[in-house]
């Protein structure tokens, strides 16, 4: 099976911008998460959707959004983008979601910078 | 709130020596429990997992980890340092019903 795929790689934007980044989970997986990662906050969940549904919400700005698509392919988007925005962007999948215990396999991310 | 720690934010082996990383939680009911390992630029890849049937689990690249629960603590360890083994690892926690709790990671580098 083919591992879950993000889109782009790499990404630079300037402040005010804003940025959508995708997502797509392993075949047949249900659950898309999304995390933030920084040197100085480590991994933070930002939110997660099984089923086209928004399941669980970390605690970020609103600025920050998401859909999941039928096919469960997930997009972030990050409006009015901030220099603290720049981080690695990391998606995990799973079949029916972390809450449960399972596995989260993990893309390799987008490394998102802020000028 | 669930919280997870990792003793150590930088740990040192030589090639060949034990390797041992530590990840305490916080709770009173034993969560889901897992360790990741992140290379560079490289997303995380799931080394091993608890689900409570056995309290030592194996994982792949010949790590492992033992569940205690009257030490909340979930320690992952290696017999023998490889220098393929740098990188940095994660220790996470999964409560029932809600998302994956990270620890601030262990950078591990392995001297020659």
């Known amino acids: 099976k083919a591992g879950v795929t993000q889109t782009p790689r790499y990404l630079i934007k300037t402040r005010g911008q804003q940025v959508t980044l995708s997502c797509s989970p392993i075949?047949?997986?249900?659950?898309v998460s999304w995390y933030q990662q920084t040197p100085g906050q480590g991994l933070q969940f930002l939110f997660e959707y099984f089923s086209e549904t928004q399941r669980n919400k970390g605690n970020f700005p609103g600025r920050f959004s998401g859909r999941q698509f039928s096919n469960s392919r997930s997009e972030m988007n990050v409006s009015t983008l901030e220099l603290g925005d720049s981080a690695l962007y990391l998606c995990a999948s799973s079949l029916n979601g972390a809450g449960e215990g399972e596995t989260q396999y993990f893309g390799p991310g987008t490394r998102l910078l802020v000028l | 709130a669930q919280s997870v720690t990792q003793l150590g934010s930088h740990v040192s082996v030589s090639e060949g020596a034990l390797v041992l990383l530590r990840c305490n939680y916080s709770?009173?009911?034993?969560?889901?429990l897992f360790w990741y390992v992140q290379y560079p630029n490289q997303g995380l890849q799931l080394l091993l997992k608890?689900?409570?049937?056995?309290?030592l689990v194996k994982g792949i690249n010949g790590f492992e980890a033992e569940f205690k629960k009257s030490e909340t603590s979930f320690h992952l360890t290696k017999p023998s340092a490889h220098m393929s083994d740098a990188a940095e690892y994660f220790c996470?926690?999964?409560?029932?019903?809600?998302?994956?709790?990270f620890g601030p990671g262990t950078r591990l580098s392995v001297l020659p």
């Open positions: 608890y689900t409570s049937a056995a309290t």
């Open positions: 075949s047949g997986h249900r659950s």
């Open positions: 996470a926690v999964s409560p029932m019903g809600q998302n994956f709790v």
């Open positions: 709770s009173s009911v034993p969560p889901y």
